[in-house]
Protein backbone atom coordinates (compact mmCIF):
# COMPACT_ATOMS: atom_id res chain seq x y z
CA UNK A 1 0.00 0.00 0.00
CA UNK A 2 1.09 3.39 -0.98
CA UNK A 3 1.48 5.52 1.89
CA UNK A 4 2.24 9.07 2.70
CA UNK A 5 4.05 11.44 6.06
CA UNK A 6 1.53 14.04 7.26
CA UNK A 7 1.32 15.72 10.80
CA UNK A 8 -1.44 16.40 12.81
CA UNK A 9 -1.38 18.30 15.44
CA UNK A 10 2.72 18.14 15.30
CA UNK A 11 2.57 14.18 15.66
CA UNK A 12 3.97 12.68 12.41
CA UNK A 13 1.45 9.98 11.16
CA UNK A 14 1.52 7.93 8.24
CA UNK A 15 -1.61 7.08 6.08
CA UNK A 16 -3.13 5.57 2.88
CA UNK A 17 -1.94 7.71 -0.07
CA UNK A 18 -5.55 8.34 -1.21
CA UNK A 19 -6.88 9.21 2.13
CA UNK A 20 -8.74 12.39 2.39
CA UNK A 21 -9.01 14.68 5.47
CA UNK A 22 -12.30 12.86 6.96
CA UNK A 23 -10.66 9.71 6.62
CA UNK A 24 -7.95 10.82 8.87
CA UNK A 25 -10.88 12.59 11.09
CA UNK A 26 -12.79 9.46 11.38
CA UNK A 27 -10.08 7.41 12.11
CA UNK A 28 -8.48 10.04 15.20
CA UNK A 29 -12.23 10.17 16.65
CA UNK A 30 -14.05 7.17 16.11
CA UNK A 31 -15.75 7.59 19.13
CA UNK A 32 -16.99 11.18 17.84
CA UNK A 33 -20.48 11.48 17.46
CA UNK A 34 -21.34 12.85 13.92
CA UNK A 35 -21.36 16.83 13.67
CA UNK A 36 -19.51 17.05 17.13
CA UNK A 37 -17.79 20.44 16.17
CA UNK A 38 -14.30 20.32 15.38
CA UNK A 39 -12.64 22.73 12.65
CA UNK A 40 -9.66 21.37 10.44
CA UNK A 41 -7.20 23.24 8.64
CA UNK A 42 -4.71 21.72 6.21
CA UNK A 43 -1.11 23.35 5.89
CA UNK A 44 -3.00 26.96 7.83
CA UNK A 45 -5.82 27.07 5.48
CA UNK A 46 -9.06 26.22 7.20
CA UNK A 47 -11.20 23.55 5.46
CA UNK A 48 -14.90 23.84 5.47
CA UNK A 49 -16.37 20.58 6.83
CA UNK A 50 -18.07 19.73 3.46
CA UNK A 51 -14.91 19.91 1.99
CA UNK A 52 -13.29 17.46 4.11
CA UNK A 53 -14.64 14.43 2.07
CA UNK A 54 -13.23 15.74 -1.08
CA UNK A 55 -9.94 16.94 0.28
CA UNK A 56 -6.62 13.94 -0.41
CA UNK A 57 -3.95 14.66 1.61
CA UNK A 58 -1.02 15.46 0.32
CA UNK A 59 2.64 14.17 1.38
CA UNK A 60 4.29 16.29 4.17
CA UNK A 61 0.68 18.13 4.67
CA UNK A 62 0.31 19.96 8.20
CA UNK A 63 -3.17 19.25 9.69
CA UNK A 64 -4.51 21.24 12.32
CA UNK A 65 -7.49 20.60 14.09
CA UNK A 66 -9.75 22.65 16.61
CA UNK A 67 -12.08 21.93 19.39
CA UNK A 68 -14.14 24.95 21.29
CA UNK A 69 -13.61 25.97 24.61
CA UNK A 70 -14.34 28.42 27.06
CA UNK A 71 -12.95 31.69 26.34
CA UNK A 72 -12.68 35.43 27.81
CA UNK B 1 -34.13 49.35 28.13
CA UNK B 2 -32.58 47.59 24.82
CA UNK B 3 -30.30 48.77 23.25
CA UNK B 4 -28.92 47.84 19.28
CA UNK B 5 -25.31 46.15 18.57
CA UNK B 6 -24.22 44.69 15.37
CA UNK B 7 -27.87 44.03 14.52
CA UNK B 8 -29.41 42.96 17.16
CA UNK B 9 -31.24 44.04 20.43
CA UNK B 10 -29.75 43.44 23.68
CA UNK B 11 -31.34 44.16 26.97
CA UNK B 12 -28.05 43.51 28.97
CA UNK B 13 -24.86 44.98 28.60
CA UNK B 14 -23.04 42.57 30.55
CA UNK B 15 -20.43 40.67 28.34
CA UNK B 16 -19.40 37.10 30.01
CA UNK B 17 -15.84 35.35 29.54
CA UNK B 18 -16.63 31.82 30.12
CA UNK B 19 -12.72 30.36 31.07
CA UNK B 20 -11.73 29.84 34.40
CA UNK B 21 -14.51 28.77 36.40
CA UNK B 22 -14.22 26.11 39.13
CA UNK B 23 -16.56 24.04 37.57
CA UNK B 24 -19.21 24.05 34.71
CA UNK B 25 -22.32 24.20 37.18
CA UNK B 26 -20.39 27.45 38.31
CA UNK B 27 -20.33 28.74 35.20
CA UNK B 28 -23.62 27.98 34.10
CA UNK B 29 -25.16 29.54 37.87
CA UNK B 30 -22.53 32.73 37.18
CA UNK B 31 -24.03 33.63 33.67
CA UNK B 32 -27.54 32.93 35.00
CA UNK B 33 -27.15 35.71 37.78
CA UNK B 34 -25.13 37.81 35.37
CA UNK B 35 -28.41 38.08 33.26
CA UNK B 36 -25.39 38.42 30.05
CA UNK B 37 -26.95 37.53 26.78
CA UNK B 38 -23.81 37.36 25.02
CA UNK B 39 -21.02 34.81 26.23
CA UNK B 40 -17.54 34.54 25.03
CA UNK B 41 -15.86 31.01 23.89
CA UNK B 42 -13.16 29.83 22.11
CA UNK B 43 -11.07 27.85 19.74
CA UNK B 44 -8.12 25.14 20.84
CA UNK B 45 -5.90 23.06 18.73
CA UNK B 46 -6.32 19.87 19.62
CA UNK B 47 -3.71 17.78 21.86
CA UNK B 48 -1.99 15.52 19.57
CA UNK B 49 -3.17 11.79 21.22
CA UNK B 50 -2.60 7.85 19.87
CA UNK B 51 -4.89 7.23 16.78
CA UNK B 52 -8.12 5.43 17.89
CA UNK B 53 -8.62 7.66 20.84
CA UNK B 54 -11.30 10.88 20.76
CA UNK B 55 -9.66 13.94 21.84
CA UNK B 56 -10.87 15.84 24.44
CA UNK B 57 -10.48 18.88 26.64
CA UNK B 58 -11.08 19.61 30.22
CA UNK B 59 -12.02 22.85 29.21
CA UNK B 60 -14.07 21.93 26.15
CA UNK B 61 -17.18 19.82 25.94
CA UNK B 62 -18.49 19.36 29.04
CA UNK B 63 -18.54 23.52 29.52
CA UNK B 64 -18.96 23.88 25.99
CA UNK B 65 -22.69 22.14 26.48
CA UNK B 66 -23.63 23.89 29.43
CA UNK B 67 -22.74 27.22 27.45
CA UNK B 68 -24.65 26.07 24.74
CA UNK B 69 -28.07 25.45 26.91
CA UNK B 70 -27.54 28.98 28.60
CA UNK B 71 -29.05 30.52 25.26
CA UNK B 72 -26.47 33.32 25.11
CA UNK B 73 -25.13 34.67 21.99
CA UNK B 74 -22.03 33.34 21.42
CA UNK B 75 -18.88 35.80 20.86
CA UNK B 76 -15.87 33.48 19.44
CA UNK B 77 -12.52 34.95 19.96
CA UNK B 78 -9.36 34.50 18.36
CA UNK B 79 -7.18 34.53 21.58
CA UNK B 80 -3.58 33.13 21.05
CA UNK B 81 -3.08 34.41 17.40
CA UNK B 82 -0.09 36.94 16.47
CA UNK B 83 -0.73 37.25 13.13
CA UNK B 84 -3.78 38.55 10.21
CA UNK B 85 -3.45 35.20 8.45
CA UNK B 86 -3.85 33.22 11.97
CA UNK B 87 -6.72 35.34 12.93
CA UNK B 88 -8.50 35.21 9.48
CA UNK B 89 -7.84 31.33 9.69
CA UNK B 90 -9.27 31.12 13.25
CA UNK B 91 -12.23 33.21 12.41
CA UNK B 92 -13.55 31.08 9.77
CA UNK B 93 -13.19 28.08 12.08
CA UNK B 94 -15.05 29.12 14.80
CA UNK B 95 -17.65 30.53 12.68
CA UNK B 96 -18.11 26.94 11.26
CA UNK B 97 -17.82 25.10 14.93
CA UNK B 98 -19.92 28.24 16.84
CA UNK B 99 -22.51 28.90 13.59
CA UNK B 100 -21.88 32.78 14.30
CA UNK B 101 -20.68 34.69 12.44
CA UNK B 102 -20.04 37.47 15.42
CA UNK B 103 -16.13 37.40 16.15
CA UNK B 104 -14.15 39.00 18.41
CA UNK B 105 -10.84 39.80 16.91
CA UNK B 106 -7.89 39.41 18.56
CA UNK B 107 -4.30 39.56 17.01
CA UNK B 108 -1.47 39.85 20.05
CA UNK B 109 1.42 42.47 19.75
CA UNK B 110 3.00 41.62 22.21
CA UNK B 111 3.52 38.74 24.79
CA UNK B 112 4.04 40.40 28.32
CA UNK B 113 1.39 42.35 28.08
CA UNK B 114 -0.97 40.91 25.15
CA UNK B 115 -1.42 43.84 23.79
CA UNK B 116 -3.20 43.91 20.41
CA UNK B 117 -1.02 44.48 17.12
CA UNK B 118 -2.80 47.64 15.27
CA UNK B 119 -1.84 47.00 11.97
CA UNK B 120 -2.64 43.24 11.90
CA UNK B 121 -5.80 43.94 13.80
CA UNK B 122 -6.91 46.32 11.02
CA UNK B 123 -5.81 44.17 8.44
CA UNK B 124 -7.44 40.79 9.44
CA UNK B 125 -10.78 43.06 10.39
CA UNK B 126 -10.94 44.79 6.78
CA UNK B 127 -10.63 40.70 4.97
CA UNK B 128 -13.20 39.49 8.08
CA UNK B 129 -15.98 42.39 6.89
CA UNK B 130 -15.24 41.37 3.57
CA UNK B 131 -16.30 37.75 4.40
CA UNK B 132 -19.46 38.56 6.09
CA UNK B 133 -17.99 38.32 9.81
CA UNK B 134 -19.48 41.03 12.43
CA UNK B 135 -15.91 41.78 13.92
CA UNK B 136 -16.04 42.70 17.43
CA UNK B 137 -12.04 43.89 17.59
CA UNK B 138 -10.36 44.27 21.01
CA UNK B 139 -7.88 46.90 20.41
CA UNK B 140 -6.43 49.76 22.66
CA UNK B 141 -7.88 52.86 23.65
CA UNK B 142 -6.01 55.04 20.98
CA UNK B 143 -8.30 56.76 19.10
CA UNK B 144 -6.61 56.69 15.44
CA UNK B 145 -6.81 52.51 15.26
CA UNK B 146 -10.54 53.33 16.45
CA UNK B 147 -10.78 55.31 13.58
CA UNK B 148 -9.18 52.78 11.03
CA UNK B 149 -11.49 49.83 12.51
CA UNK B 150 -14.35 51.53 11.81
CA UNK B 151 -12.82 52.27 8.16
CA UNK B 152 -12.18 48.60 7.76
CA UNK B 153 -15.97 48.02 8.35
CA UNK B 154 -16.14 47.19 11.96
CA UNK B 155 -19.11 48.76 13.63
CA UNK B 156 -18.86 47.81 17.44
CA UNK B 157 -14.76 48.60 18.60
CA UNK B 158 -13.49 47.24 22.36
CA UNK B 159 -10.84 48.85 23.97
CA UNK B 160 -9.01 48.06 26.97
CA UNK B 161 -9.42 49.21 29.57
CA UNK B 162 -6.05 47.13 31.28
CA UNK B 163 -3.96 44.13 29.72
CA UNK B 164 -5.97 41.04 29.90
CA UNK B 165 -6.48 39.20 32.89
CA UNK B 166 -4.83 41.69 35.29
CA UNK B 167 -7.47 43.11 37.50
CA UNK B 168 -6.03 46.81 37.22
CA UNK B 169 -9.53 48.73 36.47
CA UNK B 170 -9.28 51.76 33.49
CA UNK B 171 -5.46 52.87 33.25
CA UNK B 172 -6.32 55.89 30.87
CA UNK B 173 -9.58 57.09 31.60
CA UNK B 174 -9.21 60.23 29.60
CA UNK B 175 -8.45 58.21 26.40
CA UNK B 176 -11.85 56.54 27.05
CA UNK B 177 -14.08 59.44 27.71
CA UNK B 178 -11.80 60.81 24.15
CA UNK B 179 -13.24 57.65 22.16
CA UNK B 180 -16.86 58.11 23.49
CA UNK B 181 -16.60 61.95 22.75
CA UNK B 182 -15.02 61.12 19.36
CA UNK B 183 -16.93 58.63 18.68
CA UNK B 184 -20.63 59.48 19.95
CA UNK B 185 -22.54 57.05 17.60
CA UNK B 186 -20.27 53.42 18.13
CA UNK B 187 -20.98 50.96 20.35
CA UNK B 188 -18.23 50.92 22.44
CA UNK B 189 -17.40 47.70 24.93
CA UNK B 190 -14.61 48.24 27.53
CA UNK B 191 -12.96 44.90 27.46
CA UNK B 192 -10.24 43.55 29.31
CA UNK B 193 -8.58 44.76 32.29
CA UNK B 194 -11.60 45.20 34.68
CA UNK B 195 -11.31 44.07 38.18
CA UNK B 196 -13.71 45.11 40.50
CA UNK B 197 -17.44 46.25 39.84
CA UNK B 198 -16.37 49.47 40.77
CA UNK B 199 -14.14 49.58 37.13
CA UNK B 200 -17.45 48.90 35.24
CA UNK B 201 -19.24 51.62 37.33
CA UNK B 202 -16.39 54.17 35.94
CA UNK B 203 -17.12 52.47 32.27
CA UNK B 204 -20.49 52.94 32.29
CA UNK B 205 -20.76 56.29 33.40
CA UNK B 206 -18.00 57.31 31.02
CA UNK B 207 -20.79 56.41 28.40
CA UNK B 208 -20.01 52.91 27.63
CA UNK B 209 -22.27 50.89 26.19
CA UNK B 210 -20.95 47.26 27.57
CA UNK B 211 -18.65 45.92 29.27
CA UNK B 212 -17.25 42.48 28.82
CA UNK B 213 -14.91 40.62 31.52
CA UNK B 214 -14.17 37.17 32.35
CA UNK B 215 -11.30 36.80 35.59
CA UNK B 216 -12.80 39.30 37.54
CA UNK B 217 -15.91 36.96 37.94
CA UNK B 218 -14.20 33.43 37.83
CA UNK B 219 -11.37 34.33 39.94
CA UNK B 220 -13.84 35.35 42.62
CA UNK B 221 -14.03 33.21 45.71
CA UNK B 222 -17.85 33.16 44.84
CA UNK B 223 -17.95 33.80 40.99
CA UNK B 224 -21.74 33.17 40.91
CA UNK B 225 -22.31 36.54 43.78
CA UNK B 226 -19.60 38.52 41.93
CA UNK B 227 -21.48 38.13 38.66
CA UNK B 228 -24.93 39.33 40.12
CA UNK B 229 -22.54 42.29 41.63
CA UNK B 230 -21.42 42.95 38.69
CA UNK B 231 -24.60 43.00 36.76
CA UNK B 232 -26.35 45.68 39.22
CA UNK B 233 -22.78 47.93 38.95
CA UNK B 234 -22.98 47.59 35.02
CA UNK B 235 -26.54 48.37 35.38
CA UNK B 236 -25.76 51.43 38.08
CA UNK B 237 -23.59 53.17 36.20
CA UNK B 238 -25.57 52.74 32.79
CA UNK B 239 -28.50 54.70 35.24
CA UNK B 240 -25.66 57.07 36.27
CA UNK B 241 -24.74 58.26 32.56
CA UNK B 242 -28.00 58.56 31.48
CA UNK B 243 -29.46 60.77 34.43
CA UNK B 244 -26.56 62.58 34.19
CA UNK B 245 -23.33 63.21 37.06
CA UNK B 246 -23.22 66.06 38.55
CA UNK B 247 -20.48 68.42 37.89
CA UNK B 248 -17.48 68.29 40.63
CA UNK B 249 -16.46 71.59 42.41
CA UNK B 250 -13.35 72.93 44.02
CA UNK B 251 -15.06 74.09 46.78
CA UNK B 252 -18.38 72.72 49.06
CA UNK B 253 -21.90 73.57 47.80
CA UNK B 254 -24.07 73.84 50.61
CA UNK B 255 -26.75 71.79 50.34
CA UNK B 256 -29.33 72.76 52.88
CA UNK B 257 -30.89 75.98 51.74
CA UNK B 258 -30.43 78.33 55.19
CA UNK B 259 -30.10 81.59 55.40
CA UNK B 260 -26.81 83.18 56.65
CA UNK B 261 -26.23 81.36 60.31
CA UNK B 262 -29.25 79.76 61.77
CA UNK B 263 -29.25 80.80 65.50
CA UNK B 264 -27.71 84.48 64.41
CA UNK B 265 -30.43 86.84 63.48
CA UNK B 266 -28.39 89.91 61.74
Given at each position: ???????????????????????????????????????????????????????????????????????? | M????????????????????P???????????S?????????????????????????????????????????????????????????????EV?????????????????????????????????????VF???????????????A????????????????????????R??????????????????????A????????????LN????????????????????????????????????????????????????
Amino acid sequence: MNTIRITVNGVEHTVAASSTLQDLLDTLRPEAEPGAPIASAVNGTHVARQARATLVLQDRDAITTFEPITGG
Amino acid sequence: MPFPIAGVELSSRFFLGTAGYPSPLVLEQAIRASGAEVVTVGLKRQLAQGCGKPVSNPQGQGYFEIIRQSGARLLPNTAGCHTAAEAITLAQMAREVFDTHWIKLEVIGDTYTLQPDPFELVNAAAELVKQGFEVFPYCTDDLVTCNRLLDAGCRVLMPWGAPIGSGQGLLNPYALRTLRERLPDVPLIVDAGIGSPMDAVQAMELGFDAVLLNSAVSSAHDPVLMAEAFRLGIEAGRKAWQAGIMAEQDMAVATTPVTGRPFVLA
